[in-house]
């Protein structure tokens, strides 16, 4: 079992790791400060919380706060493994009952949602572009990239790219 403060360690190393690919040399200290870490803490605490029973109240009222404070609701019990990025949290909605590998990049406006008591599940090394909508009981495999506005009902292999209304896969070219 993953200590939160492993989980969040991995997390911040992960989005300045992101950071220095896209050209930035950056502190983790200032990766702490950006756009997203504080809804990524939160998130972490709320999830922790939400496994104890006692402490449940508390995980409702972190959410909460991460609604008034990021603009994001994420389930108290949506499982996420190490290297959990938020891009920018202003909007992103997902689901309790969602579970993520390892490395998942989530951009704005991203919502992760249950259709009729299923939610999606999503493999490792995984990127959510912006407003990209996830429904369903869909499997989305690893090393997959997820286009702005997708809306994904369907299952995607590993290694894809999934574009469009309703989104379709293909490859990724290497």
């Known amino acids: 079992m993953t200590s ?14 992101i950071f220095v690919d896209d050209g930035a040399q950056v502190s983790i200290i200032r990766v702490m400060l950006t756009d997203g870490s504080s809804a990524n803490v939160i998130q972490r605490l709320a999830f922790q919380c939400a496994k104890v029973k006692i ?17 994001c609701t994420i389930g108290t019990k949506a499982k996420f493994s190490s290297g959990l990025v938020l891009m920018h949290p202003i909007g992103v909605v997902i689901n309790s009952k ?16 249950d259709e009729k008591g299923f939610s999606p599940s999503l493999g490792d090394n995984v990127f959510i572009g912006a407003g990209a909508k996830i ?10 990239k ?25 490859l990724n070219e290497i």
Do not use: M, W
């Open 4 to 17: 939160f403060f492993s989980l969040i360690k991995s997390d911040f190393k992960r989005k300045r790791d």
């Open 55 to 71: 402490l449940s109240p508390f995980s409702l009222l972190l959410q909460h706060l991460n609604r008034i404070y990021n603009g």
């Open 98 to 113: 969602v579970t993520a590998g390892k490395n998942i990049t989530i951009e704005s406006g991203v919502v992760i949602g």
């Open 135 to 144: 429904i369903g009981n869909v499997n989305i495999g690893n090393n997959v």
């Open 146 to 170: 997820i286009g702005a506005n997708a809306v994904v009902v369907k299952d995607v292999p590993d290694n894809c790219t999934a574009l469009g209304i309703p989104a379709k896969s293909r």
